[in-house]
């Protein structure tokens, strides 16, 4: 740091006569714990001459990586030169120093080792040095640990307590919390089960996630079914975990849910003794998808007969299970009617443990018809009733 000019010239004019003073100054190095006067640390002029000193007191971060001292804190940089008499005269360093430093406040480099350093210097900062050539400056080292706050609780948004939904992955959400030291903070997503009903298998007690860098995680596998959750989640800045949220609870629900992909089927020009099936897909067979979040198994039924004169429970109008092409093996086939079975009015069963996956969540019903001889001419139709029940598996 360089002074002004003025000051500077008066360095000059007074050269000779503070040469001979600097020569003989000493400085006391600093006690590890002072607190009296008698372990003050100081500068003091041993020689016969009145002299100006410029004093530096700083604190400097050592810096391991690099191995050089870094500036931390500067007390004392004086721009004016500091009077001191001779005959053993001295100047206090505690005066510049004591109170001037809030650790809490001014530490910018964290944990580490410091060093409080004084020295008497020239106008442009050069150390001086006594008369036997040794720089006129002390040291004293010491290492911070700077005690860390846990981070404040976390807020949770949702799903809301004492909830209800259907996905068995579900999202959860809460708040995001500044941490008072500054760290990053993640987060611990914790889920355990408090009961086991319904159509769940019960093999997921519990969720333990950690690390989580934003505020909101997807569940990966699972939950049960119908099976109460409590959860909660708490931050964690490097060090420790601060206060757990508050415990919130939310179950998923057993949801039954079958749509129709392919929902009408017809064919013309039919005449007695004709016979047609969907199982070449043309016409395509009704497709049945499983949009709830449990296995299902499916049964079928006609409303009305079809033909005038046949009558249902005959070969002229039968059904089976059939897989998809677009999502194979998404049930059971072994289980499920995997020969023609006569369509009759009341419910058969067709399909065995339809998957809820997206990936296979698809069942076909095949139909196979053939006009009785003699049938009279005209339109025939009937509705055919799918019906869902759930299974565990």
Known sequence: MRK????????????????????????????AASVSAVNESWVRNLGPTNASIFLLIKVDYWNSTSLVWEAEFTALDDIT????????????LDQFFNGKYNSSENFTHGDGTYRIYAAVTDPENNVLQDVEGSSIEASYNFTIKITNVPPPKVTLIAPANDSFGYDKRSTFNWSSVIDDNGDNVTYRLYLIRTGCYGLSDCINPEVDVD??????????????????????VTAHDG?????????????VASLIDISLVVSDISVAGMEPGDNESTEDDSPQPFIVQNKGNVHV??????????????PLGTKYFMFKAGESTIKPASFNMTLSASDWLNMTGLAQFAVANLHYNDTKDYAEIELAVEVPHNEPPGAKSTDIIIEAVGTKT
């Open 81 to 92: 030169g500091r009077y001191t008499q001779g005959n053993d005269s001295y100047i206090a």
């Open 211 to 232: 690390n989580i860098t934003g505020t909101s995680y997807t569940i990966e596998e699972d939950l049960d079914l119908d099976s109460p959750y409590n959860w909660t």
């Open 297 to 310: 198994n499916l049964t079928v039924h006609a409303s009305v007969q079809l033909w005038d004169l046949a």
């Open 239 to 251: 060090t420790e975990y601060g206060e757990e949220s508050d415990i919130w609870n939310y179950t």
């Open 4 to 31: 002004n000019k003025t000051l500077r010239g008066i360095w000059k004019y007074n050269r000779n006569l503070i040469a001979l003073a600097v020569i003989l100054f000493a400085m006391l190095s600093f006690a």
